[in-house]
């Protein structure tokens, strides 16, 4: 998982707060993938960006969710007013190209814990 | 709607004996298939890939296998080590790059 830079590893919000998880492709990477974890599930696609542009967002919840991939900086996967049921593992992952053709490298993931 | 399905939670394989994970998918349209392995409080790591025009590929003890009519794909490790002890995910892409994953299953390889 070297290369793809995920912080915090841990984030704890209240109910009504705000979260924001960030995402350092690798180098050389302008893909970028953004995945849920709930417990006991597999992973689910939330958004597919490239640099400044947001390619595939049929995973993401309507409300509340939100993704960006400025053109300095890293990848932010925002939650607005955080509930109970967002509390997971996300998984960030990049890659070089975005056909299907190449494996995407993950992250270690932020742990989200609403209480 | 579950594209990717992984129908075993779990495994139990004795080490030095042959662990085979499964995996069904339904879309046709996936032309690229992926298993990754994941530790716990760790990221998926990529293990192996195969396109949709082979039927086998393999990469040091682990080989995939892919059985297009039957929308079925297999990852057999052998021999399997204590260290290969982890959940291995199998995932399908289609256009676009996006990767659709299985639930899941828990190898544990005893020594």
């Known amino acids: 998982n070297a290369g793809v830079m995920q912080n915090p590893r841990h984030l704890v919000r209240r109910r009504g707060q705000e979260a924001r998880l960030r995402c350092s492709p690798m180098?050389?990477?302008?893909?970028v993938y953004w995945y849920r974890q709930l417990p006991e599930e597999g992973l689910k696609f939330m958004v597919y960006?490239?640099?400044?542009?947001?390619?595939?967002e049929s995973g993401m919840p309507k409300e509340r969710f939100s993704a960006e991939f400025p053109k300095e900086g890293p990848s932010i996967l925002r939650i607005q007013q955080v509930v109970r049921g967002d509390s997971a593992a996300y998984f960030c992952?990049?890659?070089?190209?975005?056909?299907?053709?190449?494996?995407?490298?993950f992250g270690n993931g932020t742990r989200l814990t609403v209480t | 709607d579950q594209q990717v399905k992984q129908n075993s939670p779990s495994l139990s394989v004795q080490e030095g004996r042959i662990s085979i994970l499964n995996c069904d998918y339904t879309n046709s349209m996936f032309d690229y298939f992926l298993w990754y392995k994941k530790y716990p409080a760790e990221g998926p790591t990529f293990l192996i890939s195969?396109?949709?025009?082979?039927d086998k590929n393999e990469d040091g003890r682990f080989t995939v296998f892919l059985n297009k009519s039957a929308k079925h794909l297999s990852l057999h490790i052998v021999p399997s080590q204590p260290g290969d002890s982890a959940v291995y995910f199998c995932a399908a892409s289609g256009k676009g790059g996006k990767l659709i994953f299985g639930q899941g299953t828990e190898l544990s390889v005893k020594p």
């Open positions: 180098k050389g990477h302008s893909h």
């Open positions: 992952a990049s890659s070089p190209q975005g056909s299907g053709n190449s494996p995407l490298h």
């Open positions: 960006l490239q640099k400044e542009n947001i390619i595939d």
């Open positions: 195969i396109s949709s025009i082979k």
